[in-house]
T-cell receptor, first 109, second 113 residues
Framework: GQNIDQPTEMTATEGAIVQINCTYQTSGFNGLFWYQQHAGEAPTFLSYNVLDGLEEKGRFSSFLSRSKGYSYLLLKELQMKDSASYLCAAMDSNYQLIWGAGTKLIIKP | NAGVTQTPKFRVLKTGQSMTLLCAQDMNHEYMYWYRQDPGMGLRLIHYSVGEGTTAKGEVPDGYNVSRLNKREFSLRLESAAPSQTSVYFC????????????FGEGSRLTVL
């Protein structure tokens, strides 16, 4: 079956770095997405990886290893506004997105 | 810049009642989707449309009907609501499958008593 696993909740300190891991199993693979969702709001797109390696976008970076079925989202210089849920989603061979349940990130001062 | 607009934002229904959620996007996107989001679970695809006049079933289509009214609008109808359909519903659109990036509406919180 198809499956996405990510931690349910993580806590980090303002100004620090946090890494949110995601493992996936899909029928075929057409890319890995990360979305941010603040409480009570809609998900918003953060990153897309289809090739192995690290993609950097400001304070956020996303890494993919296709051979390991593994990705992580790295957030640097954490700010209070980064408190949100982070959703990992893999696109299968039919171009359908398979979503993880999300990782709730709590930032403490 | 309206993006994706959903109505209504909140609704309370009694079991057996019907209702329609409306979604409109102003980005000229071909693809539109309806998802539901429940605590502890990932977003689950209900139905989707790859263009005007087309619809297809997603992962959890039972109990829902959809209609792609035109390129801008995609509606979701619950003919006979059940408590299991209590959820937050998100409409999303995208220009195509290859990009993958979805643009979401603000969500509609539906409670079925």
């Amino acid at each position: 079956g198809q499956n996405i696993d990510q931690p349910t909740e993580m806590t980090a300190t303002e100004g620090a770095i946090v890494q949110i891991n995601c493992t996936y199993q899909t029928s075929g693979f057409n890319g890995l997405f990360w979305y941010q969702q603040h409480a009570g709001e809609a998900p918003t797109f953060l990153s897309y990886n289809v090739l192995d390696g690290l993609e950097e976008k400001g304070r956020f970076s996303s890494f993919l290893s296709r051979s390991k079925g593994y990705s992580y989202l790295l957030l640097k210089e954490l700010q209070m506004k980064d408190s949100a849920s982070y959703l990992c989603a893999a696109m299968d061979s039919n171009y359908q997105l398979i979503w993880g349940a999300g990782t709730k990130l709590i930032i403490k001062p | 810049n309206a993006g994706v607009t959903q109505t209504p934002k909140f609704r309370v229904l009694k079991t057996g009642q019907s209702m329609t959620l409306l979604c409109a996007q102003d980005m000229n996107h071909e693809y539109m989707y309806w998802y539901r989001q429940d605590p502890g679970m990932g977003l689950r695809l209900i139905h989707y449309s790859v263009g005007e006049g087309t619809t297809a079933k997603g992962e959890v289509p039972d109990g829902y009907n959809v209609s792609r009214l035109n390129k801008r609008e995609f509606s979701l109808r619950l003919e006979s609501a059940a408590p299991s359909q209590t959820s937050v519903y998100f409409c999303a659109s995208s220009p195509g499958t290859s990009t993958g990036e979805l643009f979401f509406g603000e969500g509609s919180r539906l409670t079925v008593l």
